[in-house]
């Protein structure tokens, strides 16, 4: 605790970067939980739950790409922080499909979407390992 | 890399969004040529761009003449004619879906651009030519504080207006302007949570005895899931006495319009089937309609054509589908049915008008026109015939959308428009427009003959015939 006070760089940047990567992974996280209950029950509330899950994951992780593409300034700029930009790029362009396919009416949602929403969520859990490592909360850049 | 990844990605989309620039399927009559399914990422929208028609007007076969009869109307959609020659139109907007999904939210106000921006009126309008000129004089309001009416039958004095979510009865006197002050009886009350499809079309049978509403779907194909589905997408048998109440044929996704057969008394409707399917799936349809049949709907379209997006399946239902009689075409939007007589003179004397109110959800616009199907021994025989049309522009100008349809027994065909609020009367030029032979103003005595009559309903004389 008292190591990170005596830390040079404090920023209230990076542990908000962190936490819309968590929540990005968790909306998109719960969207896919969403789906396997649909899957295994066809109670259609459930796809309605993963449809709006999706959404929210693309609006936070729209946001983390922000904090992403403002680390890659000069200043900061590391061969992580371009990777951890490229992946979490990667997550929101296949969750903006994702959202697409499950704007398709009940069943037709499926399994594109089960399959889209798995990717998603590797792809979202990728991209916040890279920025937390990148970013390394708390320290110097 | 990231700019890369969108291009594919947008690319990928358009692609998939359904290249509809192939000529369209022959899609009319009994065996329509129905394409594989398909649904691209991004759906195909061609929204109307609603114009005034300003000094322009619908066009309409030679030998016959249009004219506006009513404008600044609140939203008309189905006309009957009342046994004087007055016609009476349903205004109105219904429906209370809910959005479901983030697309319901950014579908709806792109979808509400290609409709009428006037407030429902939820109310009756009397039209009245009184001296036969073909000019309808008298606007007047007959009967208001309804709940988005539609289906409009008169038997007798009764008249029966189906509101969104009940049949209400009216007394109806000949030449009555106005209905009574004391709201209109509650003859049976109408499934109507959500309302996804809200129009209640109705008829009366050739008896006067039973009257068939037509109630559509609460969704697409079963994105609401199938509760919100019970008492859905089927015709009931109302008992006009009585309000008693049973399916009559079901599995019809949205029966928009109703019509009784001169002659053979059997019923028809028009049915509007479901979208995401592609441009040329799935046919509306214009049917005769079974006692006891199932048309399909959820789990099979146009027959037995399996549709996979309905969880669980349901293979028993999918044997006993009926296939339609008769092919419209794909995303035409049906919403008028009519049966013509020889009063339309002989070409269309032998067949039925159905007023196509026009595609949203194809790249390549259908619709936004009336069609004379013609019938040939009872059946539908041939190519749908354009009656009228000049509704909407190549380039997406659309002056006026076709809802009800209904034949004037003086020769002409009333037509609804609810995107200019007008109501059109197509006539036969040299047809005998000569003012009706009843009485325009109530008398005592014939409204004493009238309450006669009620207890034998319409015995088969023209007269007591009961109007759609």
Redesign the interface.
Known sequence: MSASVQRPYVSFYPPFHAVLLGGATALFLGALVSDIAYART????W??FA??LI?GGLVVAGAALVCAVLGLLPSRRSRQSVLH??VL??TW?LG??D??????????SMPGGLVLSVIVVLLACAATWLGCWTTRFGGTP | ??RL??TV?LSL?TALAGCSREAPPLQYGADPELPEPR?G???DMVIASPAGWGDRLPVVPEGFEVRAIATDLLIPRQTLVLPNGDILVAEGRGGNAPS????DVIAGPIKAAGTTQVASGNRLTLLRDADGDGDYELQTVFADNLNAPYGLALVDNNLYVANQDAVVRFDYRPGQTQARADAPETLALLPSKINHHWTKAMTASADGRLLYVGIGSN????????VAEADRALVWEIDAATGMHRPYATGLRNPTALAIQPGSGQLWAVVNERD?LGPNLVPDYLTSVREGGFYGWPWAYWGKNVD?????RNPDKVAESITPDYSLGSHVAALGLDFSSEVMGPEFADGAFVGMHGSWNRADPVGYKVVFVPFRNGRPAGDPIDFVTGFRDDDGTTRGRPVGVTVDPRGALIVADDLSNTIWRVSRIGAATAPPTLPVEPQPADAASDDATDATPGQGAPEQAPSR
């Open positions: 066809y109670e259609i509330q796809n309605n449809s709006w959404a930009v490229v790029a990667a362009i903006f499909l959202a697409l396919w499950h704007a398709r009416d009940a069943w037709a | 890399m990231n990844s969108l990605a989309a649904r990422l991004m759906p479901l999904k983030p697309k969704s697409n194909i079963t994105e609401r899931g199938m995401e996979e997006r309905v969880r669980p």
